[in-house]
């Protein structure tokens, strides 16, 4: 099975020594890894709720001090990341989130509390809206081939 070559070492099979079996196991080891991260395609439901919970983020932003509650937390890039970065449906949904704050934000009619405002339950009342759920639908339309419009 093996051929001993004056210069070259031992062959395996003709025309492999030691090196070339080497460099093919590490070729196929990067062919593998790279054929199973192709394979982590994220799913268009997956999509949708990252972009609903993305929503949220974005509504908690937008209601609060962004310097402060965004200052350890990465979630909204991570969220970004994970639908695409796709710039044309985050805007829509940045402006639909504006809309809502703009209409649905509670103010305490409670004396005591004096007049401060529902941020929280605002944001997780829109995140929990069947609103949101058909307009990020409507979002991420699929065509007769199961490819995102």
């Known amino acids: 099975m093996f051929r001993e070559h004056p210069r070259r070492g031992k062959y395996i099979c003709g025309f492999l020594n030691n090196r070339n079996v080497k460099k093919l196991i590490s070729l196929l080891a990067i062919l593998v890894s790279n054929y199973a991260f192709s394979q982590h395609i994220i799913s268009i439901q997956e999509k949708r709720q990252y972009l609903k919970d993305y ?20 979630s909204m890039s991570f969220y970004l990341e994970m639908i695409g970065n796709d710039l044309e449906r985050v805007n829509k949904i940045d402006s639909v989130i504006k809309k809502y704050i703009s209409e649905h934000l509670l ?19 829109f995140y929990n809206s069947e609103y949101l759920t058909k307009y990020i639908s409507s979002l991420y339309k699929l065509s007769s081939k ?4």
Do not use: A, Y
């Not at 929503?55 to 200052?71: A, E």
């Open 55 to 74: 929503s949220f983020c974005q509504c908690l932003s937008n209601v609060f001090n962004k310097d402060t509650i965004f200052k350890w937390d990465v």
């Open 107 to 125: 103010v305490s009619t409670n004396k005591e509390l004096g007049g401060k405002k529902f941020l929280m339950r605002t944001c997780i009342t």
């Open 146 to 149: 199961n490819k995102v419009k």
